[in-house]
């Protein structure tokens, strides 16, 4: 049974969900998620069971002092929800965990429950995968879902994608079938540089959102970040011949594409991104250093055993011969 008498009434409420592994390359989607909930101060309400969906040998728990005290942080899915005030306020229900082991259907019932109890609008799932794209251009992210009315209405892609699937796939599909509005968006990470992090790619997420949401949402110091790790990545990839070159060969076959990112209505988007930001100030909800007002009673409950993020890894150019396999291209960028 679902309680949450710690939760206060929520507004509008949208969902956005991000799952370490399989479906997370460079760590892009479940980083992003914590971006939010750092930005936004968000108050952990819930965790799952992990005896019920983790395997312990594949995922260990880690052991960590407190005071002299040592405790255990298992690995898990945490809920936490955030308040977004302004004008005219609405809540985030954010999902932030590791892909589970096993019982992915009851996985998927449990994430329900809360999305149902809670009054969730809509799912919204983020993933990355590696993809034939260079780093230096803008990283595609593609909207998927599998609502014909949805993919209408909001401009999306009406998933076509056959293969093997992740928990971002299974999710989006027990959304369908409980009549809960879902979204999945992808992000092509460049598969020659797959180490964690990419704020790139956590950047182009976030942006995507925005536009899905229509809401502002706080960057903080990711748009330096990311130009950072563009540059480092010039710099790796400028010392191999053999990576210069395909990265090259790479620039040219986008370049020569059709761009999504040329496209009129994407355009559109940036501009009105744009507009957002400088009309707004520090923006709806934010107070000037970038952070969400209050806009509740604080009555949230907190898990104290959230885990804590780990740092990030510089990123490493790779050989083109040296790239994952088990992630699909950017033609497949629909995979869920």
């Given at each position: 049974?679902?309680?949450?008498?710690?939760?206060?009434?929520?507004?509008d409420?949208?969902?956005?969900?991000?799952?370490?592994?399989?479906?997370?390359?460079?760590?892009?989607?479940?980083?992003?998620?914590?971006?939010?909930?750092?930005?936004?101060k968000?108050?952990?309400?819930?965790?799952?069971?992990?005896e019920?969906?983790y395997?312990?040998?594949?995922?260990?728990?880690?052991?960590?002092?407190?005071?002299?005290?040592?405790?255990i942080?298992?690995?898990?899915?945490r809920?936490?929800?955030v308040?977004?005030?302004?004008?005219?306020?609405?809540?985030?229900?954010?999902?932030?965990?590791?892909?589970?082991?096993?019982r992915?259907?009851?996985?998927?019932?449990?994430?329900?429950?809360?999305?149902?109890?809670?009054?969730?609008?809509?799912?919204?799932?983020?993933?990355?995968?590696?993809?034939?794209?260079?780093?230096?251009?803008?990283?595609?992210?593609?909207?998927?879902?599998?609502?014909?009315?949805?993919?209408?209405?909001?401009?999306l892609?009406?998933?076509?994608?056959?293969?093997?699937?992740?928990?971002?796939?299974?999710?989006?599909?027990a959304c369908?079938?409980?009549?809960?509005?879902?979204?999945?968006?992808?992000?092509?990470?460049?598969?020659?540089?797959s180490?964690?992090?990419?704020?790139?790619?956590?950047?182009?997420?976030?942006?995507?959102?925005?536009?899905?949401?229509?809401l502002?949402?706080?960057?903080?110091e990711?748009?330096?970040?990311?130009?950072?790790?563009?540059l480092?990545?010039?710099?790796?990839?400028?010392?191999?011949?053999?990576?210069?070159?395909?990265?090259?060969?790479?620039e040219?076959?986008r370049?020569?594409a059709?761009?999504?990112?040329?496209?009129?209505?994407?355009?559109?988007?940036?501009?009105?991104?744009?507009?957002?930001r400088?009309d707004?100030?520090?923006?709806?909800g934010?107070?000037p250093?970038?952070?969400?007002?209050?806009?509740?009673d604080?009555?949230?409950?907190?898990?104290?055993?959230?885990?804590?993020?780990?740092?990030?890894?510089?990123?490493?150019?790779?050989?083109?011969?040296?790239?994952?396999?088990?992630?699909?291209?950017p033609?497949?960028?629909?995979?869920?």
């Open positions: 049974m679902i309680e949450l008498e710690g939760v206060p009434e929520l507004i409420p949208v969902m956005v969900a991000a799952f370490e592994g399989w479906n997370d390359a460079g760590d892009a989607a479940s980083t992003a998620v914590a971006h939010l909930d750092r930005e936004w968000g108050e952990v309400f819930a965790a799952l069971d992990a019920d969906y395997d312990f040998q594949v995922n260990r728990p880690t052991v960590w002092l407190d005071d002299g005290v040592r405790k942080t298992w690995p898990t899915t809920l936490s929800v308040r977004i005030g302004g004008a005219k306020p609405r809540d985030l229900v954010l999902v932030r965990g590791i892909e589970p082991s096993m992915w259907r009851s996985f998927c019932n449990e994430i329900l429950g809360f999305a149902h109890e809670l009054g969730v609008e809509m799912v919204v799932i983020l993933g990355a995968l590696l993809g034939d794209t260079p780093h230096t251009r803008p990283v595609p992210v593609s909207g998927v879902t599998s609502d014909p009315d949805l993919a209408r209405t909001m401009d892609e009406e998933t076509r994608y056959e293969g093997p699937t992740g928990i971002v796939g299974i999710l989006q599909e369908t079938h409980a009549g809960v509005p879902a979204v999945s968006l992808w992000a092509a990470v460049p598969h020659y540089v180490q964690p992090p990419n704020p790139k790619a956590t950047l182009a997420l976030l942006n995507r959102l925005e536009d899905l949401i229509d502002r949402i706080p960057l903080g990711l748009p330096e970040d990311a130009r950072a790790w563009q480092g990545v010039d710099q790796l990839a400028a010392e191999d011949s053999e990576v210069a070159e395909y990265v090259q060969t790479l040219e076959a370049d020569t059709e761009l999504p990112e040329a496209t009129g209505e994407a355009i559109a988007r940036e501009f009105e991104r744009y507009l957002r400088r707004g100030g520090p923006g709806p934010q107070a250093g970038g952070h969400a007002t209050d806009g509740g604080g009555s949230y409950l907190r898990d104290t055993s959230s885990g804590r993020t780990r740092p990030p890894r510089p990123p490493r150019a790779e050989k083109p011969d040296s790239a994952e396999s088990e992630d699909s291209g033609e497949d960028a629909d995979e869920e």
